[in-house]
């Protein structure tokens, strides 16, 4: 706990720099991607929710988190969460001529805490999408079986995700800054099971304060723990955020995001699970997202984005440059008290 206040201290400061607040009235970001689901692949609809954010960021949070520098500072009202939700579906009905059938919810914290969201707004919002496939995410506190009987009852079919971040106790507290257990995911993940739910993990690859050779084993351990929960497993490399504590880190050359090569070799690891294992790196190819040495990215990342939509590893193995010896020296050399060497 001592270390939890001492980095929560030291995130509260950083994230008093915000210069400004998001709009309540339209959401923060909203986009149409594809996904693949134990229903196939198909196009999904993205909304970023914009409330008063995640309850653990605001006593410090996550490291690497920097979601809750786009939301704002008191309570979104139900109103106003609806007006967003308007905004959204018009993205939509302007970008394509039917629905998406998978819609992707998120709110910057949880999408089932009554204080990001009232009830009333969560149930609208639900009931707008009655026909396709949800995924919300959410913290394991907040994952209760009535909760999620009643949001199971308002759509086709629920995913709850949740950010577990690591199956590792000891790199979720000490280097994410994460409070809860990897029991405490479990139990979270039986309850939405028996809610009649699906689960869906979200991984973070390459916290602070691991070599990338600790992150590319880390990750490979926490698909195959999550995966016996979970139909799908997320796993997101680190991108650099502003008014985080990785942001700092970064501005002092004490860190850098992982490799393409190494979303590349857990993909390739994790390729027998029997849940989709995915990869979306974000910012790829740039200095603050996962990158390789800058000629062979946008080849990997097509790589990646091929894999995450067919689960043919063999796509996998398509891909090579001179800088994938470089990174594996980089795996045998590189300690934690001299990282990043590159």
Not at 291 to 296: F, P, T, V
Request: proline share 5%; with cysteine.
């Amino acid at each position: 706990m001592e270390t939890h206040a001492a980095v929560n201290d030291a995130m509260r400061r950083i994230r008093s720099r915000k210069e400004r607040d998001a709009d309540p009235e339209e959401p923060i970001r909203v986009w149409i991607d594809r996904d693949r689901t134990p229903d196939g692949v198909g196009d999904s609809l993205t909304i970023v929710f914009n409330t008063d954010g995640c309850r653990w960021a605001r006593a410090g949070g996550c490291t690497m988190c920097g979601y809750v520098g786009e939301s704002n500072p008191g309570a979104v009202d139900t109103e106003s969460l609806l007006n967003q939700l308007e905004h959204a579906l018009e993205h939509e009905r302007t970008e394509r001529d039917d629905e998406c059938p998978i819609v992707k919810m998120y709110t910057s914290g949880t999408f089932f805490d009554r204080r990001e969201i009232p009830p009333e707004a969560r149930h609208r919002i639900l009931d707008s999408f009655r026909d396709r496939r949800v995924v919300v995410e959410s913290l394991p506190d907040f994952v209760e079986t009535d909760v999620v009987e009643d949001a199971v009852d308002r759509v086709r079919d629920l995913d709850v995700a949740i950010g577990l971040e690591t199956a590792d106790d000891h790199v979720r507290r000490e280097c994410v800054n994460k409070y809860f257990d990897y029991q405490e995911f479990v139990r979270a993940a039986e309850v939405a099971d028996d809610a009649g739910a699906g689960v869906k993990s979200y991984l973070l690859m390459k916290p602070p304060f691991v070599t990338e050779k600790e992150a590319l084993e880390d990750a490979v351990y926490s698909v195959r723990e999550s995966a016996e929960h979970s139909h799908t497993v997320s796993v997101n490399p680190c991108n650099i955020q502003r008014y985080t504590l990785v942001d700092r880190q970064h501005y002092r050359d004490g860190y850098r995001p992982p490799w393409l090569w190494t979303v590349v070799e857990m993909l390739k690891r994790t390729a027998d699970e029997d849940a989709i294992v995915v990869s979306h790196p974000v910012a790829p190819g740039g200095d603050r997202g996962a990158h390789n040495c800058g000629e062979c990215d946008d080849d990997v990342y097509d790589a990646i984005q091929a894999y995450n939509e067919t689960g043919d590893a063999s796509i996998l193995e398509e891909p090579d440059c001179s800088c994938r010896e470089q990174w594996m020296e980089l795996l045998e050399r590189e300690r934690s008290w001299h990282a990043p060497l590159a």
